[in-house]
């Protein structure tokens, strides 16, 4: 499949997207090992406070 | 990574998700899947899953948890994860697992496959054919404004002006909160009349969606894959909110992880 030209060129609007759906979405079964919710929940909070400021930190360097 | 890993530690089956029994055989020839290895087919009589064999070292419980808190991991996995289903969604439907669900052997996959074959089967010949398209909608407050004719502050107000400003920003602020769930209402209805099935997921903060723009809609839809139905739908909702600083935001084709029930065992 060739890249679509809608995807969000910024690198961590796409992340966030794509971790929006690999961790919160498609189906979830019980592997012998698998990510527990409690898991997923803490890295997705992990990753969205991450993401929050390294998106401050690129507004400041654009500010400075 | 290396080949130094003990060889006592094991592998385990990292699966991507189900696909029909008439996948072609070649999709993933030479193709990486998650952690560099090759992509493999697991088949049962009524579905196949997509795995690959993955080292305990990278993907056992322990370090599993450590991975996950490792962005660079968690990225890398995540492409990887993501590549392996849109490689599969261009041959054949595609049911999508959540990421690192990790069975310990072929038996057990097999089992599950077994367990769950007809409700896979079902849900593939449902999805056939059809993509899922993600739709962001923005309001640019600035430019909202601007449509309301709102003016600029003045440099210094009077007490008077002060007061009779504030009035008028809590009317645009009021009047915003309703255009934008009046615009989100619109749109979603607009957008799920030309899909086959709809889903509105919650708005992110500006925060996180790394925009200073409100977002007012955070949509998936799923559509066929030619269908351009949903693209003009877009285009026309565009025209007629945009003026009033309304953009929208195409995502995907994805593979249909908002139309998958999270358990099976609920269909």
């Known amino acids: ?63 400075a | 990574m290396s080949d130094r890993e003990a060889p006592s530690t094991g592998t385990a089956y990292y699966t991507y998700g189900v696909v029909p029994l008439d996948f072609p055989a070649g999709a993933f020839k030479g193709a990486q899947g ?57 041959a054949a439907p595609v049911i999508p697992f959540r990421l690192c669900t990790v069975y310990r052997g072929r038996d057990q996959v097999l089992d599950l ?19 899922e398209v993600g739709v962001k909608v923005y309001l640019d407050r600035a430019r909202f404004l601007e449509a309301a004719g709102a003016t600029p502050a003045p440099a210094s107000p009077s007490g008077r002006e002060y007061m009779l400003r504030r009035q008028r920003e809590r009317t645009v602020d009021e009047e915003r909160e309703r255009f934008k769930a009046e615009c989100a209402r619109s749109s979603h209805e607009r957008l799920a009349s030309v899909a086959l099935a709809a889903e509105a997921n919650a708005p992110q903060p500006p925060e996180v969606s790394g925009r200073t723009d409100e977002m007012v809609l955070n949509g998936a839809y799923l559509v066929e894959a030619a269908d351009g139905a949903l693209a003009e739908a877009v285009a026309e909702l565009e025209r007629a909110y945009g003026p009033r600083g309304v953009s929208y935001e195409l995502t995907g084709p994805w593979t249909p992880y908002n139309f998958v029930p999270r358990d099976l065992a609920e269909t």
């Open chain 2, 34 to 90: 998650v952690g560099g290895r090759p992509v493999e087919l697991v088949a049962s009589t009524e579905v196949a899953a997509l795995t690959s064999v993955v080292s305990l070292d990278e993907f056992g419980e322990e370090p599993l948890h450590a991975n996950l808190n490792d962005r660079e991991w968690l990225e890398r996995t995540a492409r990887a994860h993501e590549d392996v289903l849109e490689r599969a969604l261009a």
């Open chain 2, 113 to 131: 496959l077994s367990n769950r074959g007809a409700a896979f089967a079902r849900l593939l010949d449902r999805l056939r054919g059809t993509v």
């Open chain 1, 1 to 63: 499949m060739s890249e679509s030209p809608d995807r969000p060129l910024e690198q961590q609007i796409t992340l966030l997207e794509l971790v929006d759906r690999v961790l919160n979405k498609g189906v979830v079964l019980s592997g012998d090992i698998t990510l527990s919710v409690a898991d997923v929940d803490l890295v997705y909070v992990g990753l969205r406070v991450l993401l929050a400021s390294v998106g401050t930190l690129e507004r400041l360097h654009e500010g």
